[in-house]
């Protein structure tokens, strides 16, 4: 079964980690760009960064200075740090899959919701 | 504000057809066949519905339809049915950035 699954923590409170972990099934690590993008309420898709396979990652340059992406081919999954987190970074966050192809996410994952609430 | 520009709502009756925009520069939309279209229903993970400008992945009901013209690009949903009461989002390659993807704003679509 062709599947994102996503896990993490979602009540974090300021300065804290956040940190969220993809796991991909039934799709070649190889095949795409492994991507995270979150949803802040009652706004848009911003897209946070994305890694390859071989570990090589790029990062939203207003995130930058916070946010590790990461790959472990070994557990095919990817992860998310994002840190000294404010409620500014309260929002759903996905995983997703990219093509490198057709430059599009044609695999999500379900979404968690993180609130950073002191 | 997004890069890519959507109206922020439409609608239409059931059985209708209705077309939503997503307007770009010639750096992104109108350079590159790269547009794709999400759908966001109320509660569910987003859901890649046309890519490419024009094509459907598998499963998607031929009622989506994607087209381009210039630096807009539209999605069309025809026969509209209750359960394509969603956000729909587009996203383009783009020039020039580092992340090479450009994304909509988002548009709801109300079913009246």
């Known amino acids: 079964q062709v599947e994102l699954r996503q896990r993490g923590a979602g009540r974090l409170k300021p300065s804290e980690i956040l940190s969220l972990t993809c796991a991909v099934f039934g799709v070649s690590l190889t095949d795409k760009n492994w991507a995270w993008i979150r949803q802040p309420p009652g706004e848009s898709f911003e897209w946070i960064g994305e890694?390859?396979?071989?570990?090589?990652?790029s990062y939203n340059a207003s995130l930058k200075n916070r946010v590790t992406i990461y790959m472990d081919t070994s557990q095919r999954q990817f992860s998310l740090r994002l840190d000294s987190v404010t409620a500014a970074d309260t929002a759903v966050y996905y995983c997703?899959?990219?093509?490198?192809?057709?430059?599009?996410?044609?695999?999500w994952g379900q979404g968690i919701v993180v609130t950073v609430s002191s | 504000q997004s890069a890519l520009t959507q109206p922020p709502s439409a609608s239409g009756s059931r059985g209708q057809s209705v077309t939503i925009s997503c307007t770009g520069t010639s750096r992104d939309v109108g350079g590159y066949d790269y547009v794709s279209w999400y759908q966001k229903q109320l509660g569910k993970a987003p859901k890649l519905i046309i890519y490419e400008v024009n094509r459907r992945p598998s499963g998607v009901p031929d009622r989506f339809s994607g087209s381009k013209s210039g630096n807009t690009a539209s999605l069309t949903v025809s026969g509209l049915q209750e359960e394509d009461e969603a956000d729909y989002y587009c996203t383009s390659h783009a020039d020039n950035t580092p992340f090479e993807v450009l994304l909509g704003g988002g548009t709801k679509l109300t079913v009246l």
């Open positions: 997703a899959a990219f093509d490198r192809g057709s430059y599009s996410f044609d695999l």
């Open positions: 890694v390859s396979h071989s570990g090589g990652a």
